[in-house]
């Protein structure tokens, strides 16, 4: 937690209502989001109980599991889920790549989803899945993994669609994990990155008391409505975990009653208890929709940072590469990474990381303005500028215009550091001499073309820099090119130049301290066996 998020907890917590931290919505939002809310049986690490979901606020499906500790019934399901999200992200995909019913009968080539080269050009949409929080977006993933390597022939075959669900999940959940990426998006994530509450990280884990402290209900404080969702009986959890107190009182006799009626064949009975089942789910599931959509209206309220589609666009290269795998047949992303899959993947996440902090200070005065309290940034006001100097040292002159900018923040960088400026990405600044402002003109670090009237100075800081770079290459910088005199300008050490990838070996030439070359992975029936699935 910053300072500034801290300050704003407080003051949150003070005036009863979440305060706004972010001038910009940092993540894309679909055009037509698939909200996702699953529920899942107590006691069982991925015995999915039933799932609310579409893209239509006013159209949701319902899907339940009546027996989730009946593994059948379990894949049955997965082949009804199958039909609405592989259905939805047809939509997204041209005619001849849509999924079909022999696509969970791709061939065994050797693969890894996230260690393929991208596609040339992205598609121009993706579908986006929303989820209400990490732990449903972790269902997922557990769903994904416990069915894309099922056999679709033999003894517990399951229906061709569901391998195919289980790999696009685990393609989602692998998404997920770089920096940035909003196909696989919860919403509690979403919120408390745009709004600081009055409540602790814990406790914003909870979709109703989160959204309680940024959009209460008329007449109540952001406590009173949080405090309101802390009951379950008006605020359902929003899963995958179901509230105790419903599960032994409501949700144990639905089952006994469906239990008894399928022992008897007694199917009118059947039919009633079912029904009773749909309607208790519904009943937990039901305020959990009205609440993500009441979240994902506040957000598409924010102004999309400028960043955020080049981002989308890395997610729809994903998407696109991912749907060209199945096409050619590509194998289903096998149980472990190889040595060299795995090193890659780091890399391209610590990579990841970097670039989108950079880009969120870029965007966002709010981001910058943590980067400034900690030294890491400094604004302020041009006050002399020599945007004509050249730099005839080497063989060939070069334009080399120098500015001078005094600021009341802290500077903690030292001579000779390269920073840049977010409105002019491309040009490279490097510090020169770092002053004082009300040092006197005679001092020793002083250029002869600083400002020579220091006395009346106000306290701060004068920063000289040299420019370099997006000026074109006339000896002239044209015009809007560099800042000129009194622009109020930011400047940062925060830089999207992050170190180059390292040279991995290829798969052939792991080393023997990793292993050494691992063996062609095909996938087999072991794969698909899990303790807990």
Known sequence: MTLLTAFARVEAAAAGRARLI??????????????????QLAGEACAPLAVLLGDDPDKP????????????????????????????????????????????????????SHDRAPAPEPLPDAPQLLVPNPNA????????????????????????????????????????????????????TAL???????QSD???????????????????????????????????????????????????????????????????ALARAQAAMDAALHGQLAPTWELMWRAHALLAAL?????????????????????????????????????????????????????LAVERAHDDPLVMAEYRLTGEAFAGTVVDADLTRVDTEGKKAKLRPWLIVRTTDAVIVEPGAVLTCPDYPSQAAKVIHVTTASDNGDNDNHDDHEDRDNDNDPVGTLVTLELSGGMGRA???????????????????????????????????????????????????????????
């Open 22 to 39: 972010r001038t910009v919505r940092h993540v894309h939002l679909g055009r037509r989001p698939l909200v996702v809310i699953p529920l």
């Open 61 to 112: 499906r319902l899907l339940t599991v009546y027996e989730p500790r009946d593994r059948a019934r379990r894949f049955e399901f997965a082949a009804d889920l199958a039909e609405v999200i592989l259905g939805h992200l047809d939509g997204y995909l041209p005619v001849d790549d849509a999924s079909d019913d022999d696509a969970g009968d791709a061939g065994q080539d050797t693969g890894f």
């Open 137 to 188: 977006a972790a269902f997922l993933r557990l769903l994904g993994r416990s069915t894309r390597l099922r056999r679709t022939d033999g003894e517990y075959a399951v229906r061709p669609t569901v391998p195919l669900l289980g790999r696009w999940l685990t393609h989602y959940a692998e998404r997920a994990e770089v920096p940035g990426s909003v196909l696989l998006l919860p919403m509690t």
């Open 192 to 198: 408390a990155e745009h709004w600081a509450t009055g």
């Open 202 to 268: 814990l406790e914003d884990a909870n979709l109703a008391a989160l959204l309680g402290w940024i959009d209460p209900a008329e007449g109540l404080t952001g406590q009173q409505a949080a405090r309101l969702a802390e009951d379950p009986v008006r605020c359902p959890p929003a899963g995958p975990v179901t509230d105790p107190t419903f599960d032994n009182e409501v949700l144990e006799g639905r089952m006994q009653a469906i239990r008894d009626a399928s022992q008897s064949s007694d199917a009118p």
């Open 303 to 355: 102004p999309e940072a400028a960043h955020a589609e080049r981002r989308w666009k890395d997610d729809r290269r994903s998407f696109t590469a991912q749907a060209a795998w199945l096409r050619e047949g590509g194998a289903p992303q096998p149980r472990r990474d190889s040595a060299v899959a795995a090193a890659k993947r780091l890399a391209r996440l610590e990579r990841e990381q970097q670039r």
């Open 475 to 533: 000896l002239a910088a044209p015009p809007g090119t560099t800042p000129g005199l009194a622009d109020v300008v930011t400047y940062t050490t925060l830089r999207d130049d992050f170190q180059p990838a390292p040279q991995f070996p290829s798969r052939e030439e792991t080393p023997w301290t990793h292993g050494g070359p691992p063996i062609e992975y095909v996938p087999t029936d072991d794969d698909a066996q899990e303790p807990w699935s």
